[in-house]
Nanobody, 125 residues
């Protein structure tokens, strides 16, 4: 059974930084695509970033480009999301997700196979 466990959320002032971590218990981790989504109160879950296991290419939603960085350590089965220059609109529950490496739209929630329980990020103004 695949488990994804996020950590690193918290409360930060606008302009600050946080690093989220997601530990994965999946034997195919090094080949899987890992991603981060977020969901603000009253809004749908939205794609934030993803990183492929093969080649390590990354992709970000426009609103976080230049501020967030996704990375992974395959030896530790862990994916990270470094968030800098945080804004109040980044406030949300952040979810780690995993899927097999297939050619599908990253931003569609239904295309992802496994999800973590989420970690709260709150950015105060």
């Amino acid at each position: 059974q695949v488990q994804l466990v996020e950590s690193g959320g918290g409360l930060v002032h606008a302009g600050g930084s946080l690093r989220l971590s997601c530990a994965a218990s999946v034997c195919t981790f090094s080949r899987d695509v890992m991603g981060w989504f977020r969901q603000a109160p009253g809004k749908e879950r939205e794609f934030v970033a993803r990183i492929r296991g093969i080649g390590g290419s990354t992709y970000y939603t426009d609103s976080v480009k230049g501020r967030f960085t996704i990375s992974r350590d395959n030896a530790k089965n862990t994916v990270y999301l470094q968030m800098n220059s945080l804004k109040p609109e980044d406030t949300a529950v952040y979810y780690c997700a995993a899927r097999r490496d297939m050619i599908v739209a990253d931003w569609i929630v239904a295309n992802w196979d496994y999800w973590g329980q989420g970690t709260q990020v709150t950015v105060s103004s």
